[in-house]
């Protein structure tokens, strides 16, 4: 059985068709995990910054386990039981709005774990409010990276292809 193990950092560079560099920010993504048992993790919201490079660190992604934990809606098992399988994903509009609903009505103070990456609910609402995403032609094949985490690398590099509408 292949061990999950998250990584020490993850560097995901946008591009636009022919490898040219997509300097946009505010592109969301996150990372969705596949469960062994019991409940998928879907970390993030995760943010490009102006050059177009979305950094994950070891510590966001811990942080996004803890507050997957504090979170309480559905029962997880341990995130180092899951499949060493991942996407890394972009979020659609769809899921940025309804990440905005609950962050307003529902879910309206930040977890911990969020306390660490937003500072305050209202910065984490305006991050998604500002999201570029909506600019994006999206559908299954262009919006994800697959990546196993197992634990042979501590560090990944990718490139996701993006379209803009």
């Not at 996407?87 to 709005?97: M, P």
């Not at 500072?119 to 570029?132: E, F, G, Y």
């Not at 032609?137 to 690398?153: C, M, N, V």
């Amino acid at each position: 059985m292949t061990k999950f193990i998250l990584p020490d950092k993850i560097t995901v560079k946008l591009i636009k068709p022919r490898k040219e560099n997509f300097s946009v920010d505010n592109i969301l993504l996150y990372i969705k995990t596949n469960a062994r048992n019991k409940n998928d993790f879907y970390l993030g919201p995760f943010v490009s910054d102006k050059n177009g490079v979305i950094t994950i660190t070891k510590k966001d992604l811990d942080n996004e386990v803890t507050a997957t934990y504090e979170s309480g809606l559905m029962d997880y098992s341990s995130i180092e039981n899951s499949f060493s399988f991942v996407e890394l994903r972009l979020y659609d509009q769809n899921e940025i709005d309804k990440m905005i609903e609950s962050r307003t009505k529902t879910w309206t103070s930040l977890l911990k774990g969020e306390i660490e990456r937003w500072i305050s609910i209202n910065r984490l609402v305006d991050t998604l409010k500002q999201s570029n995403n909506k600019h994006l032609l999206l559908d299954e094949s262009t919006k994800r990276i697959r990546a196993e985490f197992d634990g042979t690398q501590n560090e990944y590099e990718f490139q996701l292809e993006i379209y803009q509408k």
